[in-house]
């Protein structure tokens, strides 16, 4: 894992450039504060005067959207709004929660290995990348379980 990629570095850089490129662009971070587990950040632009929103995620973030969107699709659409089974609310901001930590601690190793100098603590760094890496794999599992379970309640 390095400094690029689908992470949350990368989201940000995304995020600049897309404001650089529309300097009164608006941007909305729901990393910071998510709407009902929903993560990710919107940058609204006026194109040719009307305004367009682009929703920037990392693909943690994407499938869990995309999760939510398809059991607002099958169960309730107040799903998307905080809505729905209490059940299967709390589990979507369990899981978006994690997201959340799993994140912020991919963050964390970014930084830490860019102010540690070069080569010391490589082994354990990789370490910890692996780990990171198995958790965002569960994590895209547990929401594809839930996809599943979802679809055979139908």
């Known amino acids: 894992m390095s400094g690029r990629g689908p992470n949350i570095p990368e989201q940000d850089r995304v995020v600049g450039q897309i404001a650089k490129f529309y300097p009164d662009a608006q941007i909305d ?6 709407s009902h587990g929903y993560r990710a950040v919107h940058v609204i632009v006026k194109v040719t005067g009307f305004p367009v929103e682009i929703q920037v995620r990392t693909p943690l973030q994407n499938s869990w959207a995309q999760g939510t969107e398809s059991l607002a699709d099958r169960f309730d659409p107040e799903i998307k709004y905080g809505g729905g089974p209490e059940q299967l609310r709390h589990v979507l901001e369990l899981v978006s929660a994690r997201i959340g930590g799993v994140e912020d601690n991919e963050t964390s190793l970014i ?5 540690v100098p070069g080569g010391v603590l490589q082994e354990e760094f990789s370490n ?3 780990e990171l890496l198995k958790q965002k794999k569960k994590l ?3 929401l594809q379980q839930i996809m599943m ?4 309640k139908v």
């Open 149 to 152: 379970a979802a679809e055979k």
């Open 29 to 34: 971070d729901l990393r910071i504060e998510p």
């Open 140 to 142: 895209h599992e547990v």
């Open 128 to 130: 910890l990348e692996t």
């Open 111 to 115: 930084a830490l290995r860019a102010s």
